[in-house]
Structures are given as structure tokens and as C-alpha cells.
């Protein structure tokens, strides 16, 4: 790793340190640092006296703490997706819900808010859509004798119309009083309800997913180069692909088991850390990362802090997202390489 490049990776960290630590702070409830930093120390060590009442060690570690973990969490996970995806398909429009994770995901949410189960059950049927969604994706593309990349894209383009119209069925016939407006809200994406629970739930996946797309990584830079370039080179295209897809996958639909469907992340972020330290992934993985997690948890907190009523992150991701990926279309010295 060139030292320019570690340099720009700690300066990262440092911002997202400085982002988590601020997040902490603002809110409708506010905690000063000094008493943030006080009750932070007394979880560490002992001795040290409580100045504070309940409720500020409650807002702390039951409501932000689990909030911005899951907002570093998500963010991270659609950004590495996508610069994965980005790269093995050699196409700077792909996203993490390119093979229909994300309407997957959304629909079987939907299917479990209109079936009243608990906050757990609609996790785990979005977490099983997104899967089944992919998985249907990649079992047409295989029946597809054409370009097997434009079959995959093809497939995934199908699959996410088939299940956005399926969102849109149980939309139609939900109780227009109780039931579509928790299904319109989640899908618009938000961290508001998030508990200890669900960090714990999505931890895994993107966790696992995560550490196998970095034990990939010079296998994605030959990937990179195109297909036939990496088959020349004894790589196993094939084999690779399912892995990339796989990981990509469990982390997709873990994020938006737990947080609705927020795009845009997956799109903007992988273009922006390869503007900032290049297309190789030994330090692009790490940089979309830490880009992902710190540009999620600054949006959260402005929909937080924005408006009286919370503002939607999906909303909010797609007014920042737009501009900014028109603009990377329209100034040329920030082309796809």
C-alpha cells in the first residue's frame, strides 16, 4: 500500500471518529461532551462518580449507540457491495441492488408488515427474500447461453420489476389506516427504530461477507480487467463470480433487513473512494468502508437534526446522491477507469 494512500485511510478514520463522536452529541435530547465523555469513562473504569441521571446513560446505549453502529454497519456493507459489484462487472451504474437484494428484501418486509409479525419476523423475511431474490437472479442467468454478465444484469433487472410489483400488490390491498403506512415509511428507509438486537442480527453477514471480499481482493483486480483477461491468468471466473455474488448478497439484504431500502450508497460511495486512492482493492475495500460508514451516519444525523418529523434516509440519500453522480457524469477528469 503506497503511503499515500495510508495517509489518506487515517485521515478517514479520523473523520469518522470525529462523526461518531458528534453523533453522540446531537439530538433532540442534548448531551454535552463533557458528560458524554463522564459516562463513557464510568463503562471503563471503575471509581468514578455519577453525575448524571438515568436517562442519559438510556439515550447513550439504548437509543444513539445502537443507531450510529447500525448507520456505520449499513453504510459500510452497500459501499463495499458496490464497489465489488462495480468491479466485477466493469460497469460504474452498478449497485448493490443490481441482482434485486434490495426488492427482494423490501418485498418480504412488506409481506410480513401486512401479516402483522413482530419487528424480528419482518427482518428475517427481508433478510430471506433478499436471498431468494438473488437466487432466483442468478438461477436464470445460468439458463441464458449469451453474454453470462449481461444475463446476470438482465435476470437482476427482471427479478427486482417482478418484486417491486409484488410491493406494489400488497400496497394496494393493505389497510390504507394502519398497515401501508408502515410499509410506505419502512421502505423509504430509516434507523429510528433500530435496537441492540438487530446490530447483533446483521453483525454476522456483513461481517462475513465483508472479510471474504478482502481475502478477494487482488482476485477482484484481475476481475477487473475482464473476464477473459483473468481466465488467461488461471483464475476461476465462474467460481468467483458465485463468491462475489454471495457475499454481496448476504450483506445487501442484511442492511436492509435492518434499515429499509436507502440507495444511492452503493452507487455514489465506491466512485468517490476510487477518485480518492484509485481502483485497486487491497485499499479501495477499506476506503469504501470507512467512506460508507461516515457519509450513512452524517445523513442519519441530518435526519435527525434536519425537521421536526424524521426525515426518511432513503429520501435523503437520493436529493445528495443525484447531484453528485451528475456530476461525476458530466466532468470528464473523473471518468471510469
Not at 213 to 224: D, E, G
Amino acid at each position: 500500500m503506497a503511503k499515500n494512500n495510508y495517509s489518506k485511510l487515517l485521515l478517514l478514520i479520523a473523520v469518522l471518529v470525529i462523526i461518531f463522536i458528534l453523533s453522540f452529541v446531537l439530538g433532540r435530547y442534548p448531551v454535552p461532551p463533557g458528560q458524554l465523555l463522564s459516562v463513557l469513562a464510568a463503562r471503563v473504569f471503575s471509581g468514578i462518580p455519577q453525575t448524571w441521571s438515568p436517562t442519559v446513560e438510556t439515550v447513550i446505549f439504548q437509543v444513539r449507540l445502537p443507531r450510529i453502529m447500525a448507520a456505520i454497519l449499513v453504510g459500510a456493507a452497500l459501499s463495499t457491495a458496490g464497489a465489488a459489484y462495480q468491479g466485477m462487472f466493469k460497469n460504474p451504474l452498478v449497485s448493490p441492488d443490481i441482482l434485486g437484494a434490495s426488492a427482494g428484501a423490501g418485498f418480504g418486509a412488506a409481506l410480513g408488515i401486512y401479516f402483522s409479525f413482530s419487528m424480528f419476523g419482518v427482518q428475517l423475511m427481508a433478510f430471506v427474500w433478499g436471498l431468494v431474490a438473488v437466487s432466483l437472479t442468478y438461477g436464470i442467468s445460468t439458463r441464458i447461453r449469451h453474454d453470462k454478465m449481461l444475463a446476470l444484469v438482465l435476470a437482476g433487472i427482471m427479478i427486482g420489476s417482478l418484486f417491486t410489483a409484488c410491493i406494489s400488490l400488497i400496497k394496494y390491498v393493505a389497510d390504507p389506516y394502519d398497515k401501508l403506512p408502515a410499509i410506505t415509511f419502512w421502505l423509504m428507509g430509516s434507523l429510528a427504530s433500530v435496537s441492540p438486537k438487530d446490530i447483533y442480527m446483521a453483525l454476522i453477514p456483513i461481517l462475513a461477507g465483508t472479510i471474504v471480499l478482502f481475502l478477494l481482493r487482488w482476485r477482484l483486480n484481475v476481475m477487473a480487467m475482464g473476464e477473459e483477461e483473468a481466465q488467461v491468468l488461471g483464475l476461476n471466473t465462474g467460481l468467483l463470480k458465485i463468491a462475489v455474488i454471495f457475499c454481496c448478497t448476504l450483506m445487501t439484504a442484511a442492511s436492509v433487513s435492518i434499515s429499509g431500502m436507502i440507495g444511492w450508497v452503493g452507487l455514489v460511495i465506491p466512485h468517490l473512494a476510487r477518485m480518492i486512492v484509485g481502483p485497486n482493492y487491497q485499499v479501495l475495500l477499506p476506503t469504501s468502508i470507512l467512506l460508507g460508514g461516515s457519509y450513512l451516519l452524517l445523513v442519519d444525523d441530518l435526519a435527525r437534526l434536519m425537521a421536526a418529523m424524521e426525515i426518511p434516509l432513503g429520501v435523503l440519500t437520493a436529493l445528495i446522491g443525484v447531484p453528485f453522480f451528475l456530476y461525476l457524469l458530466l466532468n470528464r477528469r473523473w471518468g471510469w477507469n
